[in-house]
């Protein structure tokens, strides 16, 4: 079976740019959250998204959003991108069972 | 706020020994997770920890679980370079799916 897969790997932005990371979750999972991992740091939440609604938000400005399709999938935008968007955006998928898993990651180069 | 700490932040130990990586988190929780994450990796899933008490073992890595001191330990038995990581400990609060990352522990196992 597939893991959470993300898209795209890695890409690189100029400041006031727009992007959009999309996520997969395991198939049958219907959660899925939102991570961005600062090199050094622990990831921090930024979204989490249960059957096409909101769940929870972290401590991030409104040029973050995302939103979550009728097959589970996911995305996650950024708009007018600073130099400190800079990160590792990890996405995780949860389903019945106790683990959360974490997708590859989209890693976000913004110049 | 709920808030993870985890001690130390970076290890260097020596194969064939044994060490702990602490966590303690500051308000009660129903589960503690553990990730191991490489370098440009993503993370991945080690143990989930659901009860007082709970020990779960896999290989030379033993995580445990006290709630009513809220903490968590990583033991690692006979170190061996493979396990050169960064590991983290997370957490949740009751009723909220958001993972909550300890700062993590930068492992390096010395041959």
């Known amino acids: 079976d597939a893991g959470v897969t993300q898209s795209p790997t890695h890409l690189i932005k100029t400041r006031g740019q727009h992007v959009t990371l999309r996520c997969s979750p395991i198939s049958g999972h219907k959660s899925v959250s939102w991570y961005q991992q600062v090199l050094g740091q622990g990831p921090q939440f930024i979204f989490q998204?249960?059957?096409?609604?909101?769940?929870g938000r972290g401590n991030f400005p409104d040029r973050f959003s995302a939103r979550q399709f009728p097959n589970y999938s996911s995305e996650l935008n950024v708009n007018a991108l600073l130099l400190g968007d800079s990160a590792l955006y990890l996405c995780a998928s949860s389903g019945q069972g106790n683990t959360i898993y974490f997708g590859e990651g989209s890693w976000l180069t913004v110049v | 706020e709920l808030k993870v700490e985890q001690n130390p932040l970076f290890l260097s130990m020596q194969e064939g020994k044994n060490y702990t990586i602490y966590c303690n988190y500051s308000?009660?929780?129903?589960?503690l997770y553990w990730y191991r994450q490489d370098p440009g990796k993503s993370l991945e899933s080690l143990f989930v920890?659901?009860?007082?008490?709970a020990v779960k073992q896999e290989g030379r890595l033993m995580a445990s679980l006290d709630t009513k001191a809220r903490l968590s330990t990583l033991h690692i038995t006979a170190a061996v370079h493979d396990l050169s990581a960064t590991y983290f400990c997370a957490t949740q609060a009751f009723g909220n799916e958001k993972l909550t990352f300890g700062t993590g522990t930068r492992l390096t196992i010395i041959p």
């Open positions: 308000t009660t929780s129903d589960r």
């Open positions: 998204y249960y059957e096409k609604e909101e769940r």
């Open positions: 920890l659901l009860s007082n008490g």
